[in-house]
């Protein structure tokens, strides 16, 4: 089965507005990371968050761990015509570079 | 410099063609990868390279053959491929995982493959 199975979201949402995806997984991880990928280009990395943490925060990002539920959200705040991409979370397990990826949620946020 | 660079971008060959994918690195990671994605569908993992060794091969078909001549290149050499191997392929590196840890990966641009 595949790690970090997001929620099967497509969000449209007005500029302004708080834009939040979720994401499961089913087996241990080392870390849990989130990626955006704009239209047919290469994915940035955007935050990443260790199985021992909680919450963290980077910029207009806020992103929980519950290892307990096997899930993750990300909070996009004041969200920005800028922030139109796809959002991938990816679990990361111990002692390898492998990063299982899951399906990806479509952000639309209208100027 | 944290930029991942990929050649070409765009790229359409035949199914009897051999062509090669390039990517390359400065930023002295020793773990590199090649993904395939598809549109609308995640990346999937093809090849890690760890220290310029194939440390993972998701049972990728020989039609496609990676090669890690120094520690900054990464190529995927491409042979007889099928019009379902038409995708966006991605090259990405990290510093190389230790017992325990993870690193963030850096992603190219990636390189938009037909074949017909």
């Known amino acids: 089965s595949q790690q970090g199975e997001e929620d099967p979201q497509a969000l449209s949402i007005q500029e302004g507005e708080n834009a939040t995806m979720n994401c499961s997984y089913k087996?241990?991880?080392?870390?849990l990371q989130w990626y955006r990928q704009n239209s047919g280009r290469g994915l940035v990395h955007l935050i990443l968050i260790r199985s021992n943490e909680r919450e963290k925060h980077s910029g207009r990002l806020r992103v929980t761990l519950d290892t307990s539920k096997k899930s993750s959200s990300l909070l996009i705040t004041a969200s920005r015509a800028a922030d139109t991409a796809s959002y991938f979370c990816?679990?990361?397990?111990?002692?390898?570079?492998?990063?299982?990826f899951g399906k990806g949620n479509q952000v639309v946020v209208i100027p | 410099d944290t930029e991942v660079t990929q050649t070409p971008k765009h790229l359409v060959m035949g199914m009897t063609n051999k062509k090669s994918l390039k990517c390359e690195q400065h930023m002295g990671h020793r773990a590199m990868y090649w993904y395939k994605q598809k549109a609308k569908k995640p990346p999937e993992l093809m090849f890690v390279?760890?220290?310029?060794?194939?440390?993972i091969n998701e049972s990728v078909p020989s039609r496609f053959s990676p090669e890690c001549p120094n520690s900054s290149l990464l190529n995927l050499h491409l042979h007889a491929l099928q019009p379902e191997d038409s995708a966006l392929y991605l090259c990405?590196?990290?510093?190389?995982?230790?017992?325990?840890?993870?690193?963030?990966?850096?992603f190219g641009p990636g390189t938009r493959l037909t074949v017909t």
């Open positions: 990816a679990t990361g397990a111990y002692g390898n570079n492998r990063l299982a």
């Open positions: 087996t241990s991880i080392n870390n």
């Open positions: 390279y760890s220290y310029e060794k194939l440390s």
């Open positions: 990405a590196s990290s510093q190389n995982v230790g017992v325990g840890a993870n690193y963030e990966q850096y």
